[in-house]
T-cell receptor, first 115, second 116 residues
Framework: DTAVSQTPKYLVTQMGNDKSIKCEQN?????MYWYKQDSKKFLKIMFS???????INETVPNRFSPKSPDKAHLNLHINSLELGDSAVYFC??????????????FGPGTRLTVL | AQKVTQAQTEISVVEKEDVTLDCVYE???????LFWYKQPPSGELVFLIR??????QNEISGRYSWNFQKSTSSFNFTITASQVVDSAVYFC?????????????FGGGTRVLVKP
């Protein structure tokens, strides 16, 4: 029944590794997002996809690559992990074409720790 | 320049006290939406309310109420008769019509601690 789900919930890995976080929504929404929440709780958008098309690509290192196999899924792949990548990553979705009027519904978050 | 400012980083109250969270935003857009989200200790982000820039009516939902004033660019949130379960970090956010996609710009959050 979970509307927006993410796996894994916790991810601990070594510097230099490559890892992926998966996100799925069963709300029938057209747009999905990735946000990063740093240690001070500050939330910042990274990417958004509308129907598998990249809409927002904020200033994010190109080690981060989102992939949307279909409109219900948006995965985040991170190459060559660095200590500064440690954060909580939130996936979100919104109903329509990613317009400013839409409410975004968030997943439970994935806490990534890079050692 | 920060577009959404939540000046209070932490507020501590005793149960049953009222608590008001301030949110001041900055935008050149005349068309925008404002949101409040709650992040309890369990970590998820829970949507509470949204308000469009043309609707300055205040809203009450149970113990929660919101005061939107365009003249002061503020969208404040009050919890009446606070309970321990209200302990959380509360975020105010802005989405602007002219911004590409549906980019939510968040404030830094206000941590509310309600003591029994």
């Amino acid at each position: 029944d979970t509307a927006v789900s993410q796996t894994p919930k916790y991810l601990v890995t070594q510097m230099g590794n490559d890892k992926s976080i998966k996100c799925e929504q069963n709300l029938g929404h057209d747009t999905m997002y990735w946000y990063k929440q740093d240690s001070k709780k500050f939330l910042k958008i990274m990417f958004s996809y509308n129907n598998k098309e990249l809409i927002i690509n904020e200033t994010v290192p190109n080690r981060f690559s989102p992939k949307s196999p279909d409109k219900a899924h948006l995965n985040l792949h991170i190459n060559s992990l660095e200590l500064g990548d440690s954060a909580v990553y939130f996936c979100a979705s919104s109903p329509s074409g990613g317009t400013y009027t839409d409410t975004q519904y968030f997943g439970p978050g994935t806490r990534l720790t890079v050692l | 320049a920060q577009k959404v400012t939540q000046a209070q980083t932490e507020i501590s109250v005793v149960e049953k006290e009222d608590v008001t969270l301030d949110c001041v935003y900055e935008t050149r857009d005349t068309t925008y939406y404002l949101f409040w989200y709650k992040q309890p200790p369990s970590g998820e982000l829970v949507f509470l309310i949204r308000r469009n820039s043309f609707d300055e009516q205040n809203e009450i939902s149970g113990r929660y109420s919101w005061n939107f004033q365009k003249s002061t660019s503020s969208f404040n949130f009050t919890i009446t008769a606070s309970q321990v379960v209200d302990s959380a970090v509360y975020f105010c956010a802005l989405s602007e019509a002219r911004a590409a996609g549906n980019k939510l710009t968040f404030g830094g959050g206000t941590r509310v601690l309600v003591k029994p």
